[in-house]
T-cell receptor, first 110, second 115 residues
Framework: GNSVTQMEGPVTLSEEAFLTINCTYT??????LFWYVQYPGEGLQLLLK?????DKGSNKGFEATYRKETTSFHLEKGSVQVSDSAVYFC?????????FGTGTSLTVIP | NAGVMQNPRHLVRRRGQEARLRCSPM?????VYWYRQLPEEGLKFMVY????????ESGMPKERFSAEFPKEGPSILRIQQVVRGDSAAYFC?????????????FGQGTRLTVV
């Protein structure tokens, strides 16, 4: 079946720290991979995506590389800001639906 | 160009009542997805609809829940005889088509509280 495993949160970092949120997946077929972000009280917004192996998605300083051999799509940012505090969801898309992980809550403290 | 609109944003129902959640997709989008988010949990897929068709309802509970996306008007998620366990945030997403590269655009959700 299809599933996503994200690192458990909550994650608390100081401003300007390095961020890694791990994501591994199992999927039938060849999914595209997405990271979505959810700010408090809001819906999900697309953060970045990658559609084939070795592609790197990037946006707002966040990056993730599609690793087909390890079925992973880890999210990284070199220097986090307080405004990055949110819940982050990894989501493969097989064409029928998005499979979301449980989300990883990130809090960045000044 | 308005985004995905969900209403109401907050809905309170007593046990045994019906809840109707509405979702208007983005202009030009004919595909709608519904997800449920329980406190401290991720998003659980419920149903995927195209205009007038249910494509995948594998995540829908077998009883009390139904969804439709008519030719005209918003998509409706209907929950009959609500119970406390139905309290959750329900999110709708829309996309212009179907495919592994297609992005889904989310609404702000309807937060259902059953008292």
């Amino acid at each position: 079946g299809n599933s996503v495993t994200q690192m458990e949160g909550p994650v608390t970092l100081s401003e300007e720290a390095f961020l890694t949120i791990n994501c591994t997946y199992t999927a039938t077929g060849y999914p595209s991979l997405f990271w979505y972000v959810q700010y408090p009280g809001e819906g999900l917004q697309l953060l970045l995506k990658a559609t084939k192996a070795d592609d790197k998605g990037s946006n707002k300083g966040f990056e993730a590389t599609y690793r087909k051999e390890t079925t992973s799509f880890h999210l990284e940012k070199g220097s986090v800001q307080v405004s990055d505090s949110a819940v982050y969801f990894c989501a493969p898309n097989t064409g029928n639906q998005f499979y979301f992980g449980t989300g990883t809550s990130l809090t960045v403290i000044p | 160009n308005a985004g995905v609109m969900q209403n109401p944003r907050h809905l309170v129902r007593r046990r045994g009542q019906e809840a109707r959640l509405r979702c208007s997709p983005m202009k030009g989008h004919s595909h709608v997805y519904w997800y449920r988010q329980l406190p401290e949990e991720g998003l659980k897929f419920m149903v995927y609809l195209q205009k007038e068709n249910i494509i995948d309802e594998s995540g829908m509970p077998k009883e009390r829940f139904s969804a439709e996306f008519p030719k005209e008007g918003p998509s409706i998620l209907r929950i009959q005889q609500v119970v406390r366990g139905d309290s959750a945030a329900y999110f709708c997403a829309s996309s212009p088509g179907r495919g592994r590269e297609t992005e889904a655009f989310f609404g702000q959700g309807t937060r259902l509280t059953v008292v």
